[in-house]
């Protein structure tokens, strides 16, 4: 139970921020000495939670999206269409290489590459990004969809982050962090819900009726922690850059490096 609430807590705190759940996790487990493919199903069904926290926080605007009302941008039916293009190349890279992606790129040797580039990125777009042109979820376009739909595939590498690559290239296309960060919750709902599905539906077989009460403590946690960490992640935004997220990043794969080094992960 302890370790159900450590890891809930790790996947709340890291899904939607731009640090990697996955990089996160992965460490997590393997310093825990929580691994195997029983871990493997948890925390991806603890994923859910963090999931749904990001639902209730942009409920309104899903509920405008699925009203499939007129409108610019991420509302309506013009939002449904920008979504879709968005979740379209992670979705077919995801599924094409989804076997080698597991079996070779889900160790923290590969996390720390990850987390070590992605963090020399944020650097490099806070220095380099256009001035934001785009204020507002409903500026929206197509091209922007098109390019974060094509940031989010760098995502399947354990340890970049799908919100970190999301945001960048928003901010990169012009978009301000908070609008950036806004659609990439936004447009990540539709994949990460289909990928969480997808491998739980692959490890139904593991699960046994006593695994209940773990992988519910597991979800709750990512749920409240989860809700918890976008809310404040949004608000930071609007008065932060991403520089703190990304001399974390650093400093975690310089830690992450040494463990690895002196064989104690």
Not at 86 to 91: G, L, N, Y
Not at 152 to 163: A, K, M
Not at 242 to 255: C, E, K, L, Q, S
Request: charged share 10%; hydrophobic share 55%; with cysteine.
């Amino acid at each position: 139970m302890l370790i159900a609430i450590i890891l809930g807590l790790v996947e709340g705190l890291t899904e939607f921020v731009p640090i990697s759940s996955t990089g996160h996790l992965i460490v997590a487990g393997h310093l825990l000495g929580f691994t195997g493919n029983r871990a493997d199903t948890f925390e991806i069904f603890i994923q859910l939670g963090a999931i749904l926290a990001v639902a209730v926080v942009l409920r309104e605007r899903i509920f405008n999206i699925l009203r499939l009302g007129p409108g610019e941008g991420a509302q309506g039916r013009s939002g449904l269409f920008l979504i879709i293009v968005t979740s379209i190349p992670a979705s077919i890279v995801g599924v094409l290489l989804n076997g080698p992606i597991k079996h070779h790129l889900f160790s923290p040797t590969t996390v720390a590459i990850g987390w070590g580039l992605g963090g020399a990125a944020l650097l490099a777009i806070e220095h380099f990004r256009p001035r934001p042109t785009v204020h507002g979820m409903d500026e929206i376009r197509l091209p922007h969809a098109i390019g974060i739909g094509l940031s989010q595939c760098l995502s399947l590498w354990p340890g970049v982050s799908r919100s970190a690559s999301t945001i960048g290239a928003g901010m990169m296309m012009g978009i301000d962090r908070r609008t950036a960060a806004e659609y990439s919750f936004l447009a990540g709902l539709p994949v990460i819900t289909a990928a969480t599905l997808f491998d739980l539906l692959k490890s139904r077989d593991m699960l046994t009726s006593s695994d209940i009460p773990l992988f519910a403590v597991g979800f709750v946690v990512a749920f409240i922690s989860g809700w918890l960490a976008v809310r404040f992640f949004l608000h930071l935004l609007s008065t932060w850059t991403m520089r703190p997220f990304a001399w974390y990043r650093i400093a975690a794969t310089i830690v992450l490096v040494l463990l690895i080094v002196t064989g104690n992960i």
